[in-house]
């Protein structure tokens, strides 16, 4: 048995949504995403650490109550975890590269392509979460990063309804883009009973199709979005 670990640490200054536009309103913008830290030296020897983090840094599972139209539903302390022990999940292999849109019919070919069983979850990977890439990069791993057009996070929807799948994760850091020209938000949709696994790394460390999964968010009250730790079980 062979384990191996998807999640992205959390540390200052990470790249993985930090100062993204849609909080530019927020008060923490543009460090909405970075963590700070806060040393004290108790008497009796002990050294305390205290965090500050937005909701959304590195791997990070996301539930459709964070929608406005989607206001009811499991949250992050209520959410069953039979769908997050030793999840059976595929791999669905989508290379991509730097600054590159993943369009619907590559997406559906993938799928069709990969040993995908029902229920399954669907680990998509690109390659852009692998080899340390977020700290080499800055930033800049989430500027340049890939992402899902408007019709694959369609056709995502799409399949994962046909398969009678529930829960989805993706290896970049952002499922969606902003459109330059228009500054329109696409490619990312979330329906009402799913779950989303964003920003998995290290995918390419899984040599087989199809693995198991621990899943365990931040057991956080009436919350729906939150750093996780993401371990995939090679049998």
Known sequence: MKFIDLSMPLYNGMPAG???????????????FKMT??????????????YSIFCEPGTRFILPSYRKDYKYGPTLDTVDL????MRETVIIDVPTGAETDIPA????????????KKGDALLIRTGWGDNERYLKMGHEYREKGPH??????DKLMEL??????????????DMGG?????????????????ISIGGVVN??????PRVKLAILPIKAANCHMAPCRVVAIEE
């Open 18 to 32: 930090y100062g993204h536009m849609a909080f530019k309103n927020h008060p923490l913008w543009p460090d909405a």
């Open 37 to 50: 830290e806060t040393r004290s030296y108790e008497p009796h020897g002990s050294e305390m650490h205290v």
């Open 82 to 85: 039979n769908k997050l022990i």
């Open 105 to 116: 019919d590559k997406l559906e070919a993938a799928f069709n392509k990969a040993p995908v």
């Open 148 to 153: 899902y057009s408007a019709a694959a996070a």
């Open 160 to 173: 994962l309804a046909k398969n009678q799948s529930d829960m989805w994760l993706y290896d970049n850091c």
């Open 178 to 194: 902003t459109d330059k020209k228009t500054g329109k938000f696409y490619g990312f949709t979330i329906r009402e009973g799913m």
């Open 203 to 208: 995918a390419g460390a899984i040599t087989k």
